[in-house]
Structures are given as C-alpha cells and as structure tokens.
C-alpha cells in the first residue's frame, strides 16, 4: 500500500473526513485568506481611482489604470484559483460557507490597514462565524464519485435545476436592466442581488469545470467533449458580471454592510443550487443537514453581528438610522455617507462621523 493510501486512511479514520475533503479544505482555506485580503487591497484601489477620476460606483472605470487595483485583483484572482481548485475536490455545501472566513480576515485587515474599528461583538461575530464553518466541515457530505463531464452535464440538464437556472437568469435581468438605472445608487440589494444570483450559476459551473480538469489530469481526457467548453463560456461570463456589480456595490455603499449581506446571499443561493443540481443531501441522513443547517445559521449570526458592529457609531444609539461614511478622509479622498431617509421627514439623512469606514466580504 502506498503512502499516499496510508495518509487518506489515516484522515478518514481520525476526522471523519476523506481524503478529497481535506483537500478541499485547505484550498477554501487559503482561497479565504487571499479573497479576505484582496477586498482591502482592491478598496483602497477604488478610493485613490475614485478621487482622480469618475468613480466605479457612478460607471467609471479609471480603477482600472490603478496599480492598487489591479494588485488586490491579482490577490482575488490567486484565491479564486484555489477556490475554483477546492470544488474539484469537495461539495459546494463544504466549500462554500467557509467563505465567511474571508469576511473574518478583511475584518481585522479593515481595522488595521483602513482604521475601520472592530468592536467587541465584532470579534464575537468572528468567533460565531469560526464555529460555524467548523460544524460545517465536521458533517459536510463526501464528494460525489463522478466519472465524466458529460455525467455533470446530464445533472445540470435535470427539469429541477433548468427551472432553477431560468428563474435565476430572469430575476438577474430585471435587476440589470429595470433596477438598475433607478435605484443602483440607493439600494444595496439590486447590485448585491446581481452578484449573488448569477454567482450560483457560476459556482456550479465552476465545480464542473473543476472536475473536467480534475479527471483530465489524471489520465481522462474531458477537453474533447463540448460541454466542457460551455461551462468554461459560462463560468467567464459569470464572473465578468459579477465583479463589474462587485466593483460598483463596494464604491457606492459602506463596505461593512456589503461583505455580509453578499455573503449570506451568495452562500444561501450556491447551497440551493448544489442541492438541486448534485443532490448533496441525499447522501445524508436529517441528522447531518439539520446540524449542518445550525453550522450556517450560526455563521450568519456571526456575520450579522459583523455588519450591526460596523454599523454601530460610538456615542449614539445604534438604532438611530445612520451609516457609517463609505469613505474615510485618509489618502486625500474626501469623506462620503450612505444617503438615507428619515421615517418621520423623509428629509436625506447623511452619518456626521466622517473619520471611520469599513470594509467587504
């Protein structure tokens, strides 16, 4: 027996995991901490573009002469690779929800590098969102044994997931071209909205492009079969979509109230489609999902209390109907808030505290 075989026993027998989702593990893992850092790097990118030329949030895209910029996307790009690699190897329900991480890692970077302060219930929220993903892992489902890409195909082509597919595709094109150009700039959830819906779509894909490769490199040619080219088409098309309405979500609005609903959003979109599309759950008995259910709820209990401490201004209640700036004055780029509106006046409300910011998921 080869060593290679010795370590996989070795795991399965003390983590309860096999071999294929520790591999995954680790990949989400280091895609987390490079996604994490990319949001800060690609932040204050858009910050030094946004005071020199029109802004991402309002069409511009001078960002994309910005060495910064481009520095945090290479970041994103590295760990979107090691994401895109971890769906070979483990199921969307394992991969995905540890995502929360990066919100974890940008958290501290933000306090650190953009002066956006973590509160106390901000490290609890890191600390919710840790144990979460850790009840997720321990009970995520073994990895699907599949054989061909044309295997995947015939899974994405069922009734259930096209009726899935098209529904996504529709609401995704009402938001682009009816919501939009009127309430883009006012509405958090029409940009987010885009991003999450069409990054289910490309997440799916993703993982079955993963497993084209992943069968091709060892020794199962997928690259001859057509379908392995229209993921690849969709997979493109996806991710260009969803980061121009990422760039736009993180110019426009305060990055502590994009990171999480983004990722509870997108989270909670991809788990369905993987359910639908692979049929994850039907490797597991209602013990394992309903504890993997409480894994998630607890992740987004920690990113919610990421989101109210970022929303939280020191000295004022924070029920108070205020935001914190989008931009901080640092770096010369002048100070921005969230415009609101009052319930009693309906008069536009702006946050009187322009020196603190925060950041994304």
């Not at 919501?179 to 819906?197: E, R």
């Not at 909670?268 to 394992?288: C, E, G, H, Y």
């Amino acid at each position: 027996m080869g060593g290679g075989q010795l370590v996989g026993r070795w795991v399965e027998s003390y983590t309860g995991m096999s071999a294929d989702n520790i591999k995954g593990l680790l990949l989400a893992l280091s895609s987390s901490l490079f996604i994490g850092a990319s949001f800060i790097v690609k932040k204050k990118g858009l910050k030094k573009a946004g005071a020199s030329g029109v802004r991402a949030g309002v069409g511009g895209y001078s960002y994309l002469l910005e060495p910064l910029w481009w520095a945090g996307m290479i970041t994103m790009i590295v760990g979107e690779v090691a994401n895109f690699a971890a769906y070979a190897f483990a199921p969307a329900i394992l991969v995905t929800p540890l995502g929360a991480l990066s919100i974890i890692i940008s958290a501290v970077l933000a306090h650190i590098m953009l002066r956006e302060k973590l509160h106390i219930f901000g490290i609890l929220g890191c600390i919710l969102c840790v144990v979460g993903s850790t009840t997720i892992v321990l009970h995520a489902p073994p990895e699907r044994q599949i054989e061909s890409v044309a295997e995947v195909w015939d899974l994405a082509t069922e009734p259930a997931f096209l009726f899935y597919a098209a529904v996504v595709l529709a609401a995704a094109f009402v938001l682009i071209f009816h919501f939009v150009p009127q309430y883009g700039q006012t509405h958090i959830m029409v940009y987010i909205g885009i991003c999450s819906l069409v990054g289910s779509l490309s997440v799916m894909s993703v993982k079955a492009l993963g497993i084209a490769l992943k069968l091709t490199f060892s020794g199962m040619n997928q690259l001859v079969y057509p379908q392995t080219w229209v993921f690849l088409f969709v997979v493109i098309s996806c991710i260009v979509t969803q980061m121009n309405y990422l760039n736009k979500a993180l110019d426009t609005f305060n990055t502590a109230v994009v990171s999480p609903i983004y990722y509870t959003m997108f989270t909670s979109l991809t788990i369905l489609a993987s359910v639908i599309m692979f049929k994850d759950w039907d490797r597991q008995n209602p013990t394992q999902i309903v504890t993997e259910m409480c894994g998630f709820v607890t992740i987004l209990s920690g990113t919610f209390l990421l989101h109210k401490t970022k929303d939280m201004v020191d000295g004022l209640p924070p029920n108070l109907p205020i935001r914190l700036p989008k931009h901080a004055d640092e770096d010369g780029y002048a100070a921005e808030g969230i415009p609101l509106r009052s319930a009693a006046d309906s008069i536009p409300l702006r946050s009187p505290r322009t020196t603190d910011s925060f950041r994304t998921a």
